[in-house]
């Protein structure tokens, strides 16, 4: 769907600033009573990337690194207690692991929801798919990134766990299921509403 640059700036902003919110509230990261948290920060990026594109998508992934990046800091509602180890361990690869998978996470949802929704009577489908990928693609894209940076550090073990806990277990499935529902319902709403408007 095309749309003039003023109401995509809108839309994109409106997202940035709720990514922002989640961050410093209860909303973006929920935490299990194992201690492990599911992140629905990939939310945003997937509306993003399905209703504005490939563009808005990397941007908001750029934003969804930087609040992973800023636990490194104690900044934010939810720190993850190995953020500033990676960082202490290597400063380089914490940088490169906390935005580019994100990044990258957002410009391949958008790419493919747009492969997905060339026929208009397919679009509700194409949103799923795309509010699907965009848990999974994050998951492994950080997962390489971690190992890659990771491996030969006092960090490489947790990555096996990492891998376990975030694809195998509850929390994955939950993670899949909360991005699938909410996502789909979000693209949907979002892009009548921006339809509307256009």
Do not use: W
């Amino acid at each position: 769907m095309k749309m003039n640059k003023t109401v995509g700036m809108t839309v994109t902003a409106i997202l940035v600033a709720f990514m922002l919110v989640m961050n410093f509230t209860p909303l973006g990261y929920i935490v299990s009573p194992a201690g492990f948290s599911i992140t629905l920060m990939i939310i945003p990026v997937a509306v993003g990337a399905a209703v504005l594109g490939p563009s808005c998508g990397t941007l908001l992934g750029f934003v969804f690194g930087l609040t992973s990046f800023l636990q490194c800091f104690g900044i934010g509602y939810f720190i993850d207690p190995s953020a500033a180890l990676l960082f202490n361990t290597s400063p380089v690869g914490t940088v490169i692991t906390c935005f580019v998978p994100r990044m990258l996470m957002g410009l391949l949802v958008g790419l493919i929801f747009r492969a997905l929704s060339r026929f208009e009577r397919f679009r509700i489908g194409s949103f799923a798919v795309a509010s699907f990928s965009a848990p999974v693609l994050n998951t492994l894209l950080f997962i390489t990134s971690y190992i890659i940076f990771f491996r030969n550090t006092i960090l490489a073990g947790t990555a096996i766990k990492t891998v376990i806990i975030s694809i195998l277990s509850i929390n994955g499935l939950i993670e899949i299921i909360v991005s699938m529902v909410l996502g789909t319902a979000l693209c949907q709403a979002f892009y009548m509403a921006v339809k509307k408007i256009h």
